[in-house]
Nanobody
Framework: QVQLVESGGGLVQAGGSLRLSCAAS????????MAWFRQAPGKERDFVAA????????YYADSVKGRFTASRDNAKNTVYLQMNSLKPADTAVYYC??????????????????WGQGTQVTVSS
């Protein structure tokens, strides 16, 4: 199983930017699709973005499309989430995920086998 560690969260004003990182260890993730999810207090874990193993294709939730960008550096075994024009509604714990089992749509949290511990993003109005 791969170990994932997120970083880069913090407190930012609305309209600001943050860049999250997810460093993988234990197994190379260069051949895996990766994803970002987020969970706000009292809510379910929601899909944010996914990126193919090569990084050539990315997918986004409608709520973040045009504002967030997923990327990866396979040489560093790291994926990133650049978040711009942040809104208070983006406040959540952000998680990266690896090892999609392929059984269903990648936007479902239950089809991912490995998760990081999460990083808190708080956007103030």
């Amino acid at each position: 199983q791969v170990q994932l560690v997120e970083s880069g969260g913090g407190l930012v004003q609305a309209g600001g930017s943050l860049r999250l990182s997810c460093a993988a260890s234990g197994r190379t993730v260069s051949s895996y699709a990766m994803a970002w999810f987020r969970q706000a207090p009292g809510k379910e874990r929601d899909f944010v973005a996914a990126i193919t193993w090569s990084g050539t294709s990315t997918y986004y939730a409608d709520s973040v499309k045009g504002r967030f960008t997923a990327s990866r550096d396979n040489a560093k075994n790291t994926v990133y989430l650049q978040m711009n024009s942040l809104k208070p509604a983006d406040t959540a714990v952000y998680y990266c995920a690896a090892e999609w089992d392929g059984s269903s749509w990648f936007g479902l949290s239950e089809v991912w086998g490995s998760w990081g511990q999460g990083t808190q993003v708080t956007v103030s109005s």
